[in-house]
């Protein structure tokens, strides 16, 4: 048995259904990673007025385990676990919709349940305010599950792992329009190979014979966002 991490979002949304000049458009499915992983979720944000608005996010409260690490980023810009506000507005221009911020767990060692709020909120109008939560359950499932399950896709963890020639990661994409892609990357993030998801198709097979043994990850991407980061172990 594995010990696999599930991500479900759940909603408080302050007053109303959204902010006045802008609405967080909910990221629709069930993410799983594995311990001793990276789970990424991206946050879309749409500016709902006619005029630019300046984002501001901040931590308000999380419970994680003793092993875990929660913090969240805009764009390639990460912040440090300890820092729980954003230290300098985003601009959002009218009608953009970004998916630029992003909710990151390092998924620990231990099985439970942790959870992580943000509050999203307009930085000339604090009280345009939208509060994310973000809920994470670790438990105990059988090899080869799904680590990512949504209406547009469903992916399984990569196999065997570690690998020596081949890996296997079986999906499935149930919208045509879906633009789905597996990265491999090495320790020092270079990217090492890039596989597109092809549609009608259910397995992908990754040839590792030309690489050292080692530690990698591969990213699942989905419309360019990054979702999920997983070790992959090379043996030779």
Same mark, same amino acid.
């Given at each position: 048995m594995k010990i696999f991490l599930s991500m479900i979002f759940s909603f408080a949304i302050i007053c109303f259904a959204h902010a006045q000049?802008?609405?967080?458009?909910?990221?629709?499915?069930?993410?799983?990673?594995? *311990?001793? @992983? $990276?789970v990424k979720a991206p946050i879309k944000i749409k500016n709902t007025s006619d005029r630019p608005i300046q984002i501001i996010?901040?931590?308000?409260?999380? *419970?994680? @385990? $003793?092993?875990?690490?929660?913090?969240?980023?805009?764009?390639?810009?990460?912040?440090?676990?300890e820092i729980s506000q954003m230290p300098l507005s985003k601009k959002l221009e009218p009608g953009e919709t970004s998916s630029k911020l992003k909710t990151v767990l390092e998924t620990g060692l231990s099985a439970g349940f942790s959870t992580v709020k943000y509050l999203i909120y307009d930085r000339d109008n604090p009280s345009d305010a939208v509060e994310y939560e973000v809920t994470y359950t670790v438990e105990d499932l059988d090899k080869k599950n799904t680590i990512f399950s949504s209406d547009q896709v469903h992916i399984n963890d990569v196999y065997p792992n570690p690998v020596v020639d081949f890996a296997i990661i079986d999906y499935n994409l149930l919208k045509e329009d879906i633009h789905?892609?597996?990265?491999?990357?090495?320790?020092?993030?270079?990217?090492?190979?890039?596989?597109?998801?092809a549609y009608l198709e259910t397995k992908l097979k990754i040839n590792t014979e030309e690489l050292n043994p080692g530690?990698?990850?591969?990213t699942l991407y989905i419309d360019n966002d990054g979702i999920m980061t997983r070790k992959l172990v090379i043996r030779k």
């Open positions: 000049n802008f609405e967080v458009i909910e990221q629709s499915g069930t993410l799983k990673g594995s *311990i001793g @992983g $990276t996010v901040k931590r308000t409260d999380q *419970i994680i @385990g $003793t092993s875990q690490s929660s913090y969240f980023c805009w764009g390639d810009e990460c912040y440090e676990p789905a892609k597996i990265v491999i990357h090495n320790v020092l993030g270079s990217i090492i190979g890039e596989y597109e998801l530690v990698y990850f591969y």
